[in-house]
């Protein structure tokens, strides 16, 4: 193929793409470097950078790594992958444009929310703090109205 009918790759596989957000939020989730990562499975963390943005493809023998790595199963890097992202069931129709711009649960936002929540060594305490937040939200979402 000459050079002026070869076409180039400018945007990443959407798969890929959901992939590496999938590793980012599980390593963010443990709290793991991507150079503590990337050493445990021998490579560079600049590989990891390019797999968690979608612009390098993962091998399967290189996910199966990675998942054992963050203790984790390899199917778990395609849950949720689907034509369109969707809402969660219990999820207004007004919530679903925030889940088809930016999937909450691949921000450090959420990620650093959900593991200081099971820092939290008290059952009881826990579960109040569950239950104020979603007392706030239904306040917030109710005021908005």
């Not at 778990?76 to 088809?100: C, H, M, N, W």
């Amino acid at each position: 193929m000459s050079k002026t009918t070869a076409t180039k790759k400018d945007t990443a596989n959407p798969i890929d793409v959901h992939v590496g957000q999938k590793l980012r939020a599980r390593r963010i989730l443990l709290g793991m470097s991507q150079d503590e990562l990337a050493k445990n499975i021998g490579i560079t963390f600049q590989q990891i950078q390019k797999y968690e943005r979608g612009a390098n493809r993962m091998g399967a023998s290189r996910l199966y790594e990675i998942a054992k790595t963050l203790n984790s199963t390899v199917s778990y890097f395609f849950e949720g992958v689907e034509p369109t992202k969707r809402a969660p069931i219990g999820f207004s129709e007004k919530d679903q444009a925030l889940f088809e711009a930016d999937d909450v649960m691949t921000r450090r936002e959420t990620l650093d929310l959900v593991r200081a929540y099971y820092k939290i060594q008290d059952p009881k305490l826990r579960h109040q703090i569950m239950e104020m937040a979603k007392a706030m939200a239904k306040s917030s979402s109710e005021k908005e109205s």
